[in-house]
């Protein structure tokens, strides 16, 4: 019993984990591979003095912020409540 | 003794600076901060007794703490001086380094944080060793941080005696020494609990003399930075604003991206903090608190470089300094005059300094702690002989930082930086997520993958354009990136794999189970 909820909460960690690692991956490549094919939106002007360039750059740090919370939240509230939740059943067994 | 040198820097600006004389407000600051950080020595060396003390703090260490002492051992004098004179220079091409320092960050925490700290004890060789053969396992681990720290070093200890005969007037000999006998100094007597202290000091002021250095911009341009973009943009085109040259070949972005990325979950003096705190709830904090420190940091390095491209303008920094490397001091010598100055290049030595403890400390682990405790002694030596072999490993990583940048005076070893992280995202990136994710890793997989991505990162680097081309002025080079990360982290990855898969370990595959429980509940009782 005790075995089986170890397993799935370690599933969804490894789930979580490389999720979140793929969208952080997909990004800021995003962001590299628009700058490197195509320029001419980049440097397009959304208002004077803000190209959708800077924009995407400063949503990159944003965006890095973001995600890191989301998963602080989650593993502050879900991950650390499951293991405490086996670290209690182990120590009745 | 400090020797003053009056004399300018060679190809004297006719620029109205001070930069290059001796500045009595830095030398002021800078010897407030020696002191500060010696006091908290003296505290600190009273408080290391044990090994645990010496490499890991005695655990003690807050999230809050953590997170600036992770922002100062990762905010590098190359960020602040490089990036915002790269920005003042090229304008959005300098962003694009603000953000690529950044969104390594996140990775640390998703996959390398909690693990390490649960499994390991004081370097990342103890999670890759932890269910596979220490000796080999911990000889290539070593041969993975001491190739990154090397680099590393040797990129700092070149900054720091440029830099500081540019802003303080001293001999670039003269700087190396100071750097290596204060570094010495904290390591040395203070062990990590002194470095942990001096980085959050220098991380204060740091971010710190960023943000007031970013609010005098801004308060020229109505507090509102796409006001100052837009004045960037009249004075210099819009193409200040665009993508330039600097992404010109896409896979060489991409590459280097991809160092940036996986090198900084990979960098031995950034892994061995998160064993400076209590557990891996504390470890995933403070990544959090850094994550937001160092965004933040980037974030003003786009104020700070557009706010001296538009104030001091483009052609006056890079008369004072080819490489623009001085756009964020004569940003404040124009708003702050020349105190302000002073207090950043101080800010700016305090820097390196920081920078180049922490390196010192994470090689002094690998040799002290992977080779000659675990490799030598085979795990067994007493606590004295620990602390004493530590101390050692110090010193001599002190003499060696000090003649390596005494050696490269004058050489261009920027790309040394990216080089080091290349090296972290290929040797040591892959071998940890592996050791920590992979049932099925085995010791022989695990050195091949390592010792490979080591070998094979500097090998391509040789035969790349940034040695053949840039230093040996050959007209091509063999091969064409200019950072091999793009190569080196997928060739890591599959031959750990397929020799793991070829050398299949019955127990190393069950000891598995008992390193996965240990990365999710940490370390029992009995084990710790």
């Not at chain 1, 005790?2 to 952080?24: D, G, Q, Y």
């Not at chain 2, 072999?389 to 050696?407: D, K, M, S, Y």
């Amino acid at each position: 019993m005790s075995e089986h909820r170890f397993r799935s909460l370690a599933e969804t960690r490894w789930r979580i984990a490389v999720s979140l690692t793929a969208v952080m991956v997909a990004i800021y490549f995003g962001f590299i591979l628009l700058i490197a094919y195509n320029k001419p939106l980049m440097g397009r002007l959304l208002t004077r003095g803000l190209s959708v360039g800077v924009l995407l750059g400063a949503l990159v740090i944003v965006l890095s912020w973001v995600l890191t919370w989301v998963y602080v939240r989650w593993a502050n509230t879900h991950y650390d409540a499951g293991l405490d939740q086996l670290r209690r059943a182990e120590a009745a067994q | 003794m400090i020797i003053l040198q009056a004399t300018q820097a060679p190809g004297a600006p006719a620029v109205a600076t001070r930069i290059g004389e001796p500045n009595a407000v830095a030398m002021v600051f800078f010897f407030a901060f020696i002191a500060i950080t010696i006091g908290i020595t003296y505290w600190a060396a009273r408080r290391t007794r044990t090994t645990e003390d010496f490499y890991a703090a005695a655990r003690s260490i807050t999230p809050g703490q953590n997170g600036f002492a992770l922002a100062g051992d990762y905010m590098s004098a190359a960020s602040f001086l490089g990036i915002a004179g790269l920005v003042s220079t090229t304008g959005f091409d300098g962003l694009i380094y603000s953000t690529g320092w950044l969104v390594g960050w996140p990775v640390v925490l998703f996959l390398i944080a909690e693990p390490l700290r649960n499994i390991g004890k004081y370097t990342f060789a103890d999670v890759v060793a932890a269910r596979l053969r220490q000796t080999p396992v911990r000889i290539a681990a070593a041969l993975g941080t001491l190739a990154t720290v090397t680099l590393y070093l040797i990129a700092q200890m070149v900054g720091a005696g440029g830099l500081i005969r540019l802003m303080f007037g001293l001999s670039y000999e003269t700087a190396i020494v100071i750097v290596g006998a204060a570094m010495l100094a904290y390591v040395l007597f203070g062990g990590m609990i002194a470095t942990t202290w001096v980085q959050i000091v220098k991380a204060g002021l740091l971010l710190g003399g960023a943000a007031l250095l970013a609010l005098m911009v801004l308060s020229k341009f109505g507090m509102n930075p796409v006001a100052l973009f837009a004045a960037a943009a009249d004075k210099y085109g819009a193409g200040v604003l665009a993508p330039g040259k600097l992404v010109a070949a896409p896979l060489d972005a991409i590459s280097l991206g991809m160092a940036l990325m996986f090198g900084t979950a990979g960098l031995p003096h950034i892994l061995m903090r998160f064993y400076t705190v209590p557990d891996a709830r504390t470890a995933r904090r403070s990544v959090f608190f850094a994550t937001g420190l160092i965004g933040a940091f980037y974030l003003m390095t786009f104020i700070l470089g557009f706010g001296a491209m538009v104030l001091v303008g483009p052609d006056t920094i890079r008369q004072v300094e080819p490489g623009g490397n001085m756009a964020a001091p004569l940003l404040a010598e124009l708003l702050g005059g020349t105190a302000f100055l002073g207090f950043i290049a101080a800010v700016a030595f305090a820097t390196i300094l920081a920078v180049v403890a922490g390196l010192t400390l994470s090689g002094a682990a690998a040799l002290s702690h992977d080779l000659w405790v675990n490799v030598v002694r085979g795990g067994h030596a007493s606590p004295a002989e620990q602390l004493k072999v530590a101390r050692v490993a110090t010193i001599g990583l002190g003499i060696l930082a000090v003649v390596l940048g005494i050696t490269f005076k004058g050489q261009n070893v920027a790309f040394m930086v990216g080089l080091a992280f290349a090296i972290a995202a290929s040797a040591n990136f892959p071998a940890l997520v592996l050791a920590i994710f992979w049932r099925r890793y085995t010791t022989a997989g695990a050195v091949t993958s390592m010792v490979l991505g080591t070998v094979a990162t500097l090998g391509l680097i040789w035969l790349s354009p940034t040695i053949q081309v840039d230093l040996l002025k050959h007209d091509a080079a063999w091969f064409p990136l200019k950072n091999p990360a793009l190569v080196t982290i997928p060739l890591s990855f599959a031959a750990g794999i397929v020799v793991s898969l070829l050398t299949p370990r019955q127990e190393e595959a069950q000891g598995f189970v008992q390193l996965e429980r240990r990365m999710h509940m940490g370390a029992l009782e009995h084990e710790a």
